[in-house]
């Protein structure tokens, strides 16, 4: 009953917009609220991921 991931990142960007962000998800389906992802410039990972993938995600992140 809580703030979602999704919801916490949707605080960061409107108070800290230069803070780049990541989300990752077991629940990758149920997160994929693309218009939100994409208004929010949010990438998500989905788990599980490789070593690789998550350096990759990281590297791609993007402030708002």
Known sequence: GGMSGLDLCEVVRAKWPHIRLLLTSGYA?????????????LKLLGKPYRQS?????????KPA
């Open 53 to 61: 993938e998550l350096a990759k995600a990281i590297e791609s992140a």
């Open 29 to 41: 389906d149920e997160l994929s609220d693309s218009e939100r992802l994409e208004r929010l410039k």
